[in-house]
């Protein structure tokens, strides 16, 4: 069983008749667009959806799925993938460095929820670095701050293209390996806070649910 195309999928069913939809990034995004898109099709529903990235903004206009921006209409829901979940609902996101425009999205929305294969779930986030987007000038100075915080700064760089990863903002991205992240909300207010920083890849407070894609079967998470 493809444990990310059981969560995207069963993501899908979620979605409701003229919801407004925040369209995540990323391999179970995919599979929830995916679905979306045949629900769409098959039960003749209304629905627009905003993208966080080219990725999902691509993908969901080659299959037929209308979108919008968040100036035009509120969302109602929000579904996005991510690269570390903790106990308390905590994320580390930007594996493909949409983090921001995902924050915004996911944020703005009346209901977020997270999909991920039981592979993303952690006791404690920090294995997965965190995925700082940088403003390209300010990148040295940044690494530099990192460094000194404890966060073993790395830029992203790029595959098939020569040198770094240029996100869709037109930016870089810093990879910070911090290992045990105690007080992860404060570490995102602390990376925000460092000039030069569009926005870091930590995501406290806006989860409402989480799906896991488990081999036996799916596992909701519900908000306490
Ligand atoms: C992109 C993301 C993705 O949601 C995250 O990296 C998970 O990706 P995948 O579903 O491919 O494992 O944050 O910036």
Do not use: C, W
């Not at 407004?20 to 098959?42: D, N, P, W």
Request: charged share 25%.
């Amino acid at each position: 069983m493809n444990l990310k195309k059981l969560a995207g999928y069963e993501a899908a069913k979620l979605i409701a008749d003229g919801d407004v939809v925040g369209l995540g990034t990323g391999s179970t995004t995919h599979y929830f667009i995916e679905k979306l898109a045949q629900r769409i099709k098959e039960e003749e529903m209304e629905m627009l959806g905003v993208p966080t990235s080219y990725q999902s903004s691509f993908l969901a206009r080659d299959l037929g799925i209308d979108l919008t921006t968040l100036d035009e209409h509120q969302i109602d829901i929000a579904v996005d993938g991510a690269d570390e979940v903790d106990p308390q609902m905590n994320l580390i996101k930007g594996g493909g460095a949409a983090h921001t425009m995902e924050k915004i999205v996911d944020s703005a929305a009346e209901k977020f929820i997270v999909i991920v294969d039981d592979s993303k779930l952690v006791n404690e986030l920090g294995k997965f670095p965190v995925p700082v987007e940088v403003i390209p000038p300010a990148f040295r100075v940044v690494g530099e701050r990192l460094d000194e915080i404890g966060g073993t700064a790395n830029i992203r760089m790029a595959e098939k293209k020569d040198g770094p990863v240029i996100t869709d903002n037109g930016n870089f991205v810093l990879d910070a390996e911090f290992n045990n992240i105690k007080k992860p909300e404060e570490l995102e207010i602390t990376l925000n806070s460092i000039p030069g920083v569009v926005e870091n890849g930590i995501f406290t407070r806006i989860v409402d649910q989480v799906l896991v894609g488990t081999s036996e079967g799916l596992k909701i998470i519900n908000k306490d």
